[in-house]
């Protein structure tokens, strides 16, 4: 058995005229440039930020801010004591004060993970 | 009274201010470094100096007294006060942080394009400050005179001083630092005594009077006339009027970027929550030793008369003397953070001498000192004119104003210039109305005087309508760059994107050129870098 002649390279290349070019345009020109595209991702960041603050509000409003209906509503809350304090100034003090820092840490989460899901998106992650 | 150790204790804080100002000083050298600090201050130091300076007092003395007096219904305001933060933290840090604006007109300018809308919030960040200024002056007046029994011009006048001092060496950099001092300083003043005075109550708790002062009306909630329309209409005024307060919106820019804006609120709501359980406390107590008070007109100094109440001789002296001095650090603190926002914002607009970096501090000093030598005349004049209420009021006017155009600013692109002032119009002069007829008396009978007294649950709704309701007639005047600001105040500061050449201290100069100006809007330029040419939509010419 002779050893083979080593075969000349051959380069198999193709122009591949007719696929379509592959976009190298970023997200970052396209929001740049203002185009469509663009417009549509900053909007997602928008809207995803807006819905989290509304729902925020909206569980402060939901809570907090019904309170005063409660107690017209239900005026025998006041007769109720904790610890000898009556449940209405619990309610607006220590109560109030936790849930609106601990919605205020739940926002600051939230947000930033929006704000990583956003440059993520960007970066082509 | 007259307690010479409350003098010593007063002296003492504003010794203590200058120093940590002047310590401030050191780091203070560029125009920055006056409205804004240069944007380097640490979120746990921002959050000391932000709750410092919004602890006015107000809420040293003016929440116990009305604990004291109306029980159960006035918690609302330090919750309100606090969760006006929260609002604050959900809806604006960031984006208000990342515009980049020093001041309320700055935004507007940046937002609506329009010089006229930046003129009409820059009366209103001064009407606003002045109408917050001048009670802090009037407070100041009277405490030093029922500690000590000086005429009230003497209170005003060391006030007035000593802010003056504060501000016009270091600007905002010395002032941050003195704020942050002043928070930890009322947070003691009011905690250290608390121990000895609740261990005083205590021994008495068998006080044959305590079952009679704990009356209905005042444990349980919601017992006055109109009482469900009076809390609601304060929840709106404090939840939505903290965020258009001009001291506070401009302590926002000195961060460093928008994830530490939003931080540094996280913390500031903590430390307001722990200080705002303190004076209820205190009016509380009050109400066991000291419910004369209010049949004698006078529950807003519960705060410093529990020490002489429960303890006789050096005690009671000593303890007044600590709570004197947090009183007079909560009168400096507030109208420090005033006197910079409202003369920062007047510097800037009303009167512009020179524009370059030496001229525009000179220009800061002489406002410093213009602003508080009016508020200190206009204290003078008002002396007659029951003002504490005007504090509540203040919050119904922000957030009728400043409040809807940062919401509809930041969160709807379809927000234009016209409708931006025809809101602040309408929301301000209702508010501003109900302010005036409030302060000089003009009573009203029946829903309509209930409404002026508490006037949010109405200006609000209708400020944000008219708002709305002109920006859609006015749909083809939609500012021209407004998709790249909201870029500007949405996009993460790390990602390099094209966020305007929007320059505060730069914006009523003319681009250099007419080419210079389109490029910038051609090539991406980082905000911290790219302010050599503006964009051309947003000249100081165009209205």
């Known amino acids: ?125 | 009274m007259n307690n010479a150790a409350s003098i010593v204790a007063v002296v003492l804080v504003s010794v203590a201010s200058l120093a940590v100002g002047a310590f401030g000083l050191r780091l203070s050298r560029t125009m920055s470094d006056f409205y804004v600090a240069s944007r380097g201050v640490s979120p746990v130091l921002n959050a000391s100096a932000i709750s410092g300076e919004y602890l006015s007092a107000a809420s040293f003395l003016g929440v116990a007294g009305l604990i004291l007096a109306r029980g159960v219904d006035m918690l609302w305001l330090p919750i309100g006060w606090t969760a006006g933060y929260l609002l604050l933290l959900v809806f604006v840090a960031a984006p208000l942080r990342r515009s980049g604006a020093y001041t309320l007109p700055d935004f507007a300018q940046l937002r609506l394009e329009s010089v006229v809308a930046r003129r009409a919030s820059s009366l209103l960040v001064v009407a606003i400050g002045l109408l917050y200024l001048i009670p802090q002056f009037q407070g100041a007046g009277l405490t030093l005179r029922t500690l000590t029994g000086a005429p009230s011009w003497v209170g005003q006048l060391s006030v007035a001083v000593v802010v003056c001092l504060n501000v016009l060496p270091g600007g905002m950099r010395s002032v941050t630092l003195v704020q942050a001092f002043h928070y930890w300083l009322k947070l003691l003043a009011l905690l250290t005594p608390l121990f000895l005075l609740l261990g005083a109550v205590g021994d008495r708790s068998d006080d044959p009077a305590v079952g009679t002062v704990f009356v209905t009306d005042w444990v349980e909630p919601l017992q006055g006339d109109h009482a469900l329309y009076l809390t609601y209409s304060l929840v709106l005024a404090t939840f939505f009027g903290t965020m258009g307060l001009p001291h506070v919106v401009v302590r926002f820019y000195t961060n460093p970027d928008g994830r530490a804006a939003r931080r540094t609120t996280l913390a500031v709501l903590v430390l307001l929550s722990g200080f705002y359980l303190l004076p209820v406390v205190y009016g509380v107590i009050g109400r066991y030793v000291a419910s004369d008070l209010v049949a004698a007109g006078r529950a807003d100094s519960v705060v410093l008369e529990l020490p002489s109440r429960l303890f006789d001789g050096p005690v009671a002296e000593g303890l007044t003397a600590v709570l004197a001095a947090g009183a007079f650090a909560a009168f400096l603190s507030t109208s420090t953070g005033l006197v910079v926002s409202v003369a920062g914002v007047v510097s800037q607009d009303l009167v512009r001498w020179g524009a370059g970096h030496r001229q525009g501090i000179r220009t800061f000093r002489l406002t410093t000192v213009a602003v508080v030598a009016g508020a200190l005349l206009l204290t003078v004049v008002s002396a007659g004119v029951p003002v504490a209420h005007a504090v509540e009021l203040t919050f119904a006017v922000a957030a009728s104003t400043f409040c809807p155009m940062l919401l509809l600013g930041i969160w709807w692109r379809g927000l234009t210039s016209r409708g931006a002032i025809s809101g602040l119009v309408v929301g301000g002069a209702l508010s501003m109305g109900a302010v005036v007829t409030t302060t000089f008396g003009i009573a009203t009978a029946g829903w309509f005087g209930v409404v002026l007294t508490q006037p949010a649950a109405v200006s609000v709704p209708l400020a944000f309508a008219t708002m709305v309701l002109v920006s859609l007639a006015t749909r083809s005047s939609t500012p021209e760059h407004v998709a790249q600001t909201m870029v500007r105040l949405h996009a993460p500061e790390h990602i390099d994107l094209n966020r305007g050449s929007f320059h505060p201290e730069r914006w009523y100069r003319r681009p250099p050129t007419a080419e210079a100006g389109s490029d910038a809007t051609q090539h991406p330029t980082r905000p911290s870098t790219g302010e050599t040419v503006r964009r051309p939509g947003t000249t100081a010419r165009r209205s």
């Not at chain 1, 976009?23 to 549509?40: F, K, M, Y």
């Not at chain 1, 409660?70 to 849930?99: C, D, K, N």
């Open chain 1, 1 to 125: 058995m002779t050893p083979e002649a080593p075969r000349a390279r051959v380069r198999v290349t193709s122009p591949r005229t007719s696929a379509a070019r592959t976009r190298n345009v970023s997200i970052a020109s396209e929001i740049d440039e203002q185009t469509r595209l663009g417009e549509v991702y900053i909007t997602s960041l928008m809207r995803s930020q807006l819905r989290l603050a509304l729902g925020v509000l909206l569980v402060l409003a939901s809570t907090l801010g019904l309170l005063p209906l409660l107690f017209t509503a239900v005026p025998g809350l006041a007769g109720i004591h904790l610890l000898g304090v009556p449940l209405p100034w619990i309610l607006l003090t220590v109560v109030a004060f936790a849930e609106i820092i601990g919605l205020g840490a739940f926002y600051v989460r939230r947000s930033e993970r929006n704000e990583a899901t956003f440059s993520d998106l960007l970066d082509g992650r």
